[in-house]
């Protein structure tokens, strides 16, 4: 079967979507947040709402709190920030802990696509993506950019498709 033909039979799969945006700077009132309005608006043209929003300390137990409140409520969850290599970056740790099935194409080509933009640079993001049951979880560094990137290059264009395959609803 063609992924044409995949990605139309979960074409009208209706999904509902969370963010977390992990940000210590954007608590304390150094910066604003951009995370939540830029995924709104991108999500929109996917006709996806934005079911929920939290903002976290780049803490453990905040991140659990939040990500296990959220996979109540959304079929997919976008982590943003703490993916780097930093001692406050927890979000990937965390994440992989509650996986079911780990998705790692997603890092991979988040990667690449940086590396074409950034160069090696690239290499200090650890972005990943699993399931966890049947939801599935992104993770990607915490700027606009990144974020745009992860949506419109990969997550948005693949994800009801991702979702039917995960939920076996077209076996």
Same mark, same amino acid.
């Given at each position: ?5 995949? *990605?139309?039979?979960?074409?009208? +799969?209706? /999904?509902?979507?969370?963010? /977390?945006?992990?940000?210590? =700077? ?8 951009? $995370? ?5 608006? /991108?999500?929109? !043209? ?12 780049? &803490?453990?137990?905040?991140?659990? =709190? ?12 976008? $982590? ?8 406050? &970056? ?5 994440? !992989?802990?509650?996986?079911? =099935? &780990? ?16 160069? %090696?640079? #690239? ?7 699993? #399931?966890? *049951? ?8 915490? %700027?606009?950019?990144? $974020?745009?990137?992860? +949506?419109? !290059?990969? $997550? ?16």
């Amino acid at each position: 079967m063609s992924i044409e033909r995949h *990605r139309s039979e979960s074409r009208e +799969l209706s /999904i509902s979507f969370c963010v /977390i945006v992990t940000s210590d =700077k954007v608590l304390r009132g150094i910066y604003v947040d951009e $995370v939540i309005p830029l995924v709104t608006r /991108i999500l929109s !043209k996917y006709e996806i709402g934005l079911r929920g929003h939290d903002l976290v300390s780049n &803490d453990r137990s905040a991140l659990i =709190k939040a990500l296990t409140e959220n996979l109540e409520r959304c079929d997919v969850i976008l $982590v943003t920030g703490g993916s780097g290599l930093g001692p406050r &970056d927890v979000s990937v740790d965390v994440v !992989k802990e509650m996986c079911s =099935k &780990d998705i790692p194409g997603f890092g991979e080509l988040f990667r690449y696509l940086t590396f074409q933009t950034y160069g %090696s640079a #690239a290499l200090a993001t650890r972005a990943t993506a699993c #399931a966890v *049951r049947d939801r599935i979880v992104f993770v990607t560094p915490g %700027s606009p950019t990144a $974020v745009e990137l992860a +949506l419109d !290059k990969l $997550v948005l264009p693949e994800i009801r498709h991702l979702v039917a395959e995960l939920r076996g609803l077209r076996h």
